[in-house]
Each structure stands twice: as C-alpha cells, then as structure tokens.
C-alpha cells in the first residue's frame, strides 16, 4: 500500500565548513638603524589582518599580513618607542563541495607569543595565531508534515521556527582623512591605534539592507620624537553601506556582523611638518542573516486502521531566533599595579574581548572579561605596561523553559579609568552588545511510512462497540492505535474534549 506523503521545505543556514588553521610565528631580527637601543620590553603583539579572501572551486583561499608590534622603553630618554615587522601569510581551506552562493567569514586569534631582547637591538621572537573560518549556504531542509490516506490516522504537533529568508555578504571600504586640530600638536609618529565599529540603524529596501553606524578610531601618537611624548586622539566616522541580501523583507530579523578585514593609520606630517591630518584605509566585511518566523507541523506518530505500517521516526532539529538585542552593559573593577606607584595613565585599550553564555534556571547569562592593556608612568615618570581585566555579566529577556539556547555576541567596549590611590586603578567599561539569541529544539518525527498490502490490521468483527477500563491521564491516541479506531471516534462516543482520559472509569470504543 502506498501512501503519499506531504513535505515542506524549509530554508535553514548550513554551516559548510568550520575549521582553524594555526600560523606559526618565528623571528630573530634586529632593529632598524633608526630605532634606539632597547632598554626593557613592554609588549609585544601579534597583529593579523585579512588582506583577501576568495572561494574558488571547493576552496577557500585567505591572504593577509601579520604584524609584529614591539612596544618597548628607550634606553637613552626613558619613553616608549615601537619597532614593527611585517609578514605575509596564506592559507587555504578544503570544503566538501564547489558553489557561488557560500558566505565565508573569517576572524583571526593570538595564540601565544614570547618575546625576548637577545642585546639591546635583537629580538627572538616566537608565537602562532590561528585562522578562523566559517563558510555559511543557504540549504533546505525537509519535514514531513502529513500523510495522505483514508485510512491513516495521524498526530501532530505544531513547530515554531525561523527560516532563513536571506543571507549575504557586502565588502567595502572606508577612506578618511581625519583632522587632529592645532592645539594638540602635530604628530610625529603612531604609536598605537584602534578601530571599532558600530551598527546602530539598519533598513531592509528591495532584497537589500540599508546599514548605518560609526567607525571609532583612537590612536596614541607621538608628539616629539625626540623626547616621546605622547597624546590620545578619539575619532567618530559614520558609515553606511548598502548589503544585498536575497529575500530580505520588512518584517525580517536580521543577524548582523561587521568585521574588520585590515586597516591602515598614516600622518600627513610624514610629507608636512606642521600638519595635523591623519588618514584612515579601512576595509570591512558586513554579513547579514535574514530570518523569518514559520509555523510548520510535525508528525509525532502515525497508524493506519487497516494495515500495518512500516514507520521512520528520526531525531529531527528546528531553530528559533528569538530575538536581536541591543544592550549597554557598564562594568567596573578597581584594580591594582604591584610594581610601584601611577602618576598618570598614558593610555588604556581593550586587548580582547572574551564571553561566554550559559542558560541554567530559566534565566540566560553571558558573562565575559574585557582584558585591558595599559601604558602608565610611575612614580618616577617613567613608562611602563601593565595588562588587567574587567569582568561583566548581563541577562538578556528570553522567553522562560527554553530547551536549549545558543547566542551569537558582538561585543564592543568603550573603556575609561580613574586614579584612585597610589598604585590603585578604577576602570570602567561601556560595551555595546549586539546579541542573536537562537533556542535548538529536537524531537523524534515521522519521516517515512510505508505498508505491504498482505500486512492488514486483523479487528475484532464481532462487535460495534468494545468495553474498556481506562485509567486517569490515559493517552486517548495510544487506546485507539491499540483497538485500530481514531481518537475523533472515541470522543464523540463518550462525548470528551481532551485528549487524555479525565478519570478512572469505564469507556465505549468503536470498533
């Protein structure tokens, strides 16, 4: 016996591949001529960017540069001075099959590093970072929501899931030229310099998203080079860009990810003296997932009443986006510097950004640290480095007696600090976090039925209507699959409305 059996096909995002590729990091050099002599290392970072990154055929190709940045103290005026080196890298990724349509994303991590002056102009220097890479398709997923036949008797629940709409991915880039003003001083040199990027406003327009936002960038730069004194500057770019994404609607929830490929920091005043202006190459990479809420309905369990049926149940997964959050979250810790007094913070910046989110009593967390560099002058005036951390927690509202919840964070923080004592630090942290909350739910559905024509159901003839004894909270579906009838049957002859038996007692089955 044959039966025709109804499926949907619903859009999800497959993840295509995930996997690391770890570049090791081994130097020994020496300093350029016009770098003075090293008395004491303050920091050494790896700094990895992306330069390009490119699927062809079942691969995936990923270039960039890794910088290594050397802060360390000057032997002769005592200030902080930087040597840099840079490297190129490369490295590629099998997938399992070829398409147009994957998204990649790729994100770079420090591994370790060890960094130590062999003489006051040579370094050996050793460490790795790992390439991170993501490749995203939009694939389509199967359920089976009913089965056709006049002898079938079916149960169902229904499944609140959000299907992929949309997803894409839009390069571009971000060129300023960005006035530091005349009364701080022309700078001479950079030491150091960050950007972040926000996304506070986005528009869906005709299978495209609109984004707005801010690049922020602040550098520490040297104002005479001679002496290393230093100042901070804090620059505000507002950015928009235009992400085409097929299928995207008004209505949709959208999962947004800006990342910073490279980016690059030069003064005008390496062509003229007295000029103020810095300039900024960025290039980003915004990845847009569009998602849709949809009912659909799953086959819990299926019986015929005239055959025996051959029956697939599989353990079957859904996803829900719950929701997009925007939040604030402020956090404080005082903190303490144990090799000697402060006098003044030079600068202060967020090294890394570490979370971590559980979801335990009904209540979801994500707890996370900011780990913070920080340049200082002691008692004596004299630089030195110091690394500490600010931890943070927040809540985010989710729905309670969820199964199981995952959250994708972009957190960006915004740090300050105040002088509170001799050697003592407050430090405090603005993160902007951006939150895609999903809950995975699972459970076993039906995926095939099939029946001989020889495998008939035997039922018992001889009667229209059989006595059982049936106890409270018993299944009104598992009685009639046993005595080959529908649950409709038995409810209308003994005129009930749940779907369980109220109470212990006696109940007419139709036969």
Not at 80 to 109: M, Y
Not at 150 to 177: A, M, R, T, W, Y
Not at 245 to 261: C, R
Not at 364 to 393: M, Q, W
Request: charged letters at 25%; one cysteine or more.
């Amino acid at each position: 016996m044959e039966y025709q059996l109804k499926k949907e096909k619903c859009p999800t995002c497959e993840t295509v591949l995930e996997a690391t590729s770890e570049q090791p990091v081994d130097l020994d050099f020496s300093l350029p001529d016009y770098c003075p002599d090293i008395e004491r290392i303050l920091k050494c970072r790896i700094c990895p960017s992306v330069t390009s990154k490119n699927i062809s055929g079942d691969r995936l190709d990923v270039d960039g540069i890794a910088v290594i940045r050397l802060y360390y103290l000057d032997a002769k005026k005592q200030a902080i001075r930087i040597c840099e080196h840079t490297s190129p890298f490369s490295c590629s990724f099998t997938l399992k099959e070829a398409s147009q349509d994957f998204v990649p994303v790729v994100r770079l991590r420090t591994e370790y590093l060890n960094c130590r002056a062999l003489s006051p102009r040579r370094l050996d220097i050793h460490g790795a970072f790992s390439v991170c890479a993501v490749v995203y398709k939009r694939a389509f997923r199967e359920y089976c929501c009913n089965v056709e036949g006049d002898d079938i008797q079916q149960k169902k629940h229904s499944e609140q899931i959000s299907s992929l709409c949309g997803i894409g991915q839009q390069q571009f880039s971000v060129s300023e030229v960005l006035d530091i003003g005349q009364g701080k001083g022309s700078p001479e040199g950079i030491l150091r310099s960050e950007l972040n990027v926000n996304v506070h406003d986005c528009r869906a327009v005709s299978d495209k998203l609109m984004l707005k936002g801010e690049a922020v960038l602040r550098i520490l730069y040297i104002t005479d080079i001679e002496t290393g004194a230093q100042d901070t500057m804090t620059f505000q770019i507002p950015i928009s860009q235009v992400v085409d994404v097929q299928g995207i609607t008004e209505q949709s929830q959208n999962e947004i990810n800006v990342d910073i490929l490279n980016y690059d920091v030069s003064l005008k005043s390496e062509y003229d003296e007295s000029s103020t202006l810095v300039t900024l190459d960025a290039k980003l990479c915004a990845t847009v997932w569009a998602y849709e809420s949809q009912s659909i309905d799953v086959i819990d369990d299926v019986y015929s009443t005239a055959y025996e049926l051959d029956m697939t149940q599989k353990q079957t997964g859904f996803t829900r986006l719950l929701s997009v959050s925007d939040e604030m979250v402020s956090a404080k810790a005082d903190v303490s510097i144990t090799d000697g007094s402060i006098t003044k913070i030079i600068d202060i910046w967020s090294d890394s950004v570490n979370s971590i989110a559980s979801y335990e009593n009904d209540v979801l967390t994500v707890k996370g640290k900011v780990n913070c560099g920080i340049f200082a002058l002691d008692g004596d005036g004299v630089p030195f480095y110091a690394e500490r951390a600010v931890e943070f927690s927040v809540s985010p509202n989710v729905p309670k007696e969820l199964s199981d919840v995952r959250v994708h964070t972009c957190l960006v923080p915004v740090l300050g600090f105040r002088i509170t004592g001799n050697n003592t630090i407050e430090i405090s942290a603005d993160i902007a976090m951006n939150a895609a909350i999903f809950e995975n739910r699972s459970c076993k559905a039906v995926t095939e039925v099939g029946a001989g024509e020889e495998n008939k159901r035997e039922k018992d003839k001889t009667a229209a209507l059989t006595l059982y004894y049936a106890d409270e909270g018993e299944s009104l579906w598992s009685i009639a699959r046993q005595y080959c009838t529908s649950v409709e049957a038995i409810r209308l002859e003994n005129e009930l409305s749940d779907e369980t038996v109220n109470a212990i007692g006696m109940i007419l089955i139709p036969m």
